[in-house]
């Protein structure tokens, strides 16, 4: 059998590794706390749940959607204005994605062809990468440096390059490395998409999961946003309904439009009563996402405590639901390190080499565990002795 030469640009996904590292030692009746795969473990609050059953229950929903409810766009441009003070069309700016992940991955066949340089942070999350090749771009890496807070300097992108580039993606709050970016990022970065006609893709993930009492909004409220690029928003991780698969693309009219086609010849839309769950989300009691939120902030706070009294160091992260930490000195190779560490303490992190060529020296830990398995995580690291290796 033969088979696309684009598949040998890919390996098989680190989470399904991590998935086989899990099972494995589990299989042994091992003990394993899983602090690899960002999957929330805080469940959608009552309405959104009873929202989900009530529309299941009639047979009329399952019919193909084709196209999103009018109702729910008309809710989504609700949320952004009550939210985050931008005022969007429900029919001309909206457009609803099955999950983030599909999102990215099917946006770049809307917006490039082979051999289009797509810029994309380092690191970063696999999909904004692997999304453009699959589409045939060739990718230049945004350094994300820790010494620049990982905000992407602008002038390390060299001028011929940036004359050729077609799109972008960023991400702040980020994943991996839990950056917020001031104001000044997205003045610059608007400017520099207007400069070079880049067409801008903004991740907002994790705009709710922002912790110590600091506040994020979108890219779109900045003057000039809408006429370089779009914004992805999830309802993943703010309302717990990752395996729903709810986001958004909002936004410049002209991207959203080539999205919606693209997606219409791909997939018969979003099934209705996950439609209506998302419609009781974001109109309902939003008590839920400051829980939410306190929730993944004492779970940073127990962690990072944790992990640096038994000896490895880390920085509390400002946002997001993950800690993004250097692997102990001993250890050079990430995976090698995360392996190391599954096998003699039983804690799974992601490693930061997942992340792209930056990513190398660090770690990914997911906040997806309770308080009580964060502290029987540093346990059992500190029991296990990899740390003191380093010593």
Not at 12 to 38: N, P, T
Not at 234 to 263: D, H, P
Not at 370 to 383: F, P
């Amino acid at each position: 059998m033969q088979f696309s030469e684009r598949m040998n640009q890919f390996g098989e996904g680190i989470f399904s590794k991590l998935l086989e590292m899990k099972q494995q030692k589990e299989e042994k009746g091992e003990e394993v706390i899983d602090l690899g795969v960002g999957t929330p473990n805080i469940p959608p609050a009552a309405h959104i749940r009873q929202a989900l059953c009530e529309a299941a229950a009639k047979p009329e929903n399952y019919i193909y959607a084709i196209r999103d409810q009018k109702e729910l766009l008309e809710a989504v441009a609700v949320w952004y204005k009550n939210r985050y003070h931008v005022d969007l069309d429900p029919d001309l700016e909206i457009c609803s994605l099955l999950g983030s992940q599909e999102g990215l991955a099917h946006i770049a066949f809307s917006v490039i062809d082979d051999g289009d340089i797509v810029l994309v942070p380092d690191p970063c999350y696999p999909i904004f990468a692997d999304g453009p090749l699959l589409a045939g771009a060739s990718l230049f890496y945004m350094p994300q440096k820790k010494e620049n807070d990982y905000i992407i300097d602008f002038s390390d992108i060299p001028e011929d390059i940036a004359k050729k580039a077609k799109f972008m993606l960023v991400s702040y709050p980020n994943n991996p490395t839990t950056a917020m970016a001031p104001d000044s990022f997205y003045e610059e970065l608007i400017a520099f998409a207007k400069k070079y006609n880049i067409i801008v893709l903004h991740d907002n993930a994790y705009s709710e999961l922002v912790f110590d009492d600091k506040t994020c909004g979108s890219f779109l409220r900045f003057p000039g946003a809408k006429e370089v690029g779009v914004e992805f928003n999830s309802l993943s991780k703010t309302y717990g309904m990752a395996g729903a698969r709810i986001g958004f693309c909002v936004g410049n009219q002209e991207v959203v439009e080539k999205l919606k086609t693209f997606k219409s010849n791909m997939d018969y839309g979003m099934f209705l009563p996950i439609q209506q769950a998302a419609i009781a989300a974001i109109t309902g009691d939003q008590s839920c996402v400051k829980e939410t939120r306190k929730a993944y902030e004492r779970r940073r706070d127990v962690l990072c405590d944790g992990f640096n009294r038994i000896g490895w160091k880390m920085e509390r992260p400002k946002a997001t639901m993950f800690v993004w930490a250097k692997i102990p000195d001993e250890f050079s190779d990430s995976m090698e390190f995360a392996t190391e560490l599954m096998e003699k303490a039983g804690v799974l992190v992601t490693p930061g080499s997942a992340f792209g060529p930056s990513g190398e020296g660090y770690a990914r830990m997911a906040l997806v565990q309770d308080e009580e398995a964060l502290h029987r995580a540093a346990e059992m690291i500190e029991k296990s002795g990899i740390l003191r290796k380093s010593k």
